[in-house]
């Protein structure tokens, strides 16, 4: 192959994992517009988010798509001086927004109508080069390996992000549903803010890493946790388990849903689940802010990323195991 040709993996036919709807292809390496960078990835985050492009949970946003929004790139070309080649950068989910919209003049560019996505609107990072508009590139703090960046990129700013929705008091008790690769490290974020967290999950492994990083208690999925909570985050996609988070909430106790993919949420009752002030609101993506906000936390507390990598051949093998539940912390594709 010459050198201006690239492995990619693209959706060729959204459906089931087990159908095999992601192909390997061998193309041109895609060109950059005049504000964006061209970067050669060295790490890309395998993201829950992926799995939902990949079997048609989401509608098609652009066909044969390649996935990946947690990319970790070296600079190859740049538009402006604001990068340097050869700078590590990293690649969002959020890709563009209008930037002139009721709500991007706001400061909830995150609701922009006119917002894109990598991995969904525009080819990702599942591919040896990827391409982004400089002004949503970001730079990453130092005394992280490749692998360990990629999953910060989108478990780490959601997860952030969801901590803000959550309202946690300070010193608050705050109840985490689901601990994979965002879960994780929003354990370590409330942790370092001084909380309580608690932990409820349906695999073993995960209550292990849970006790390990400093969780006060690991249940299972559904469990109630040991005492009521100020705050929880559902990051597990179930929406069987919303009357549970929500009846574990004390008093005025607010319910974060980080995904941006939910399976139907049974009927609430209203004296069980939300009377008391309690309330569930849902999480959209990031700002940039966010984004800046984070991996600025990151390089001031350094987070214990715990990583499953996979090369770049296994993306579909990564995203069964996904699927399967069978990650240990994130995966991370290597090309
Ligand atoms: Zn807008
Ligand atoms: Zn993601």
Redesign the pocket.
């Known amino acids: 192959m010459t050198a201006a040709t690239m492995r990619a993996w693209r959706v060729q036919q959204p459906g089931p994992i087990s159908t095999r709807p992601l192909c390997q292809v061998w193309e041109e390496r895609p060109r950059p517009a005049a504000d964006e960078l061209l970067v050669r990835v060295l790490a890309c985050g395998v993201c829950r988010t992926d799995l939902h492009v990949a079997e048609g949970d989401l509608p098609m946003h652009r066909p044969a798509v390649v996935p990946g929004h947690e990319v970790i790139g070296q600079v190859v070309e740049a538009p402006d001086d604001v990068f340097q080649e050869d700078q590590r950068v990293g690649i969002a989910w959020l890709r563009r927004?209008?930037?002139?919209?009721r709500?991007?003049t706001r400061g909830s560019?995150n609701l922009?109508?006119?917002?894109q996505y990598t991995g969904w609107d525009a080819d990702g990072g599942y591919a040896e080069f990827a391409t982004v508009p400089a002004a949503y590139a970001y730079p990453l703090p130092d005394g992280y390996p490749d692998a360990e960046l990629a999953p910060l990129l989108c478990a780490g700013i959601i997860g952030w992000r969801a901590l803000v929705r959550a309202n946690l008091p300070p010193g608050g008790r705050l109840a985490l549903y689901g601990f994979g690769a965002s879960a994780h490290l929003t354990a370590q974020i409330a942790l370092a803010q001084g909380a309580t967290v608690h932990v409820l999950t349906r695999s073993p492994q995960a209550r292990e890493l849970a006790l390990a990083l400093g969780a006060a208690s690991a249940g299972g999925a559904a469990d109630p946790p040991p005492e009521p909570v100020d705050s929880a985050i559902l990051f597990a996609p179930a929406g069987e388990l919303v009357p549970a988070a929500l009846a574990a909430l004390d008093r005025g106790g607010t319910l974060a849903v980080a995904g941006i993919h939910l399976t139907d949420i049974p009927t609430l009752h209203y004296q069980q689940h939300l009377f008391q002030e309690r309330q569930i609101r849902s999480v959209t993506a990031n700002t940039r802010q966010d984004g800046h906000h984070f991996l600025r936390f990151a390089a001031d507390h350094h987070l214990h990323v715990v990583t499953t990598c996979y090369p770049l051949d296994q993306a579909d093998a990564a995203l069964t195991d996904l699927a399967a539940d069978r990650v240990h912390g994130a995966a991370v594709l290597i090309p």
């Open positions: 927004t209008c930037g002139q919209c709500y991007c560019e922009c109508p006119q917002s």
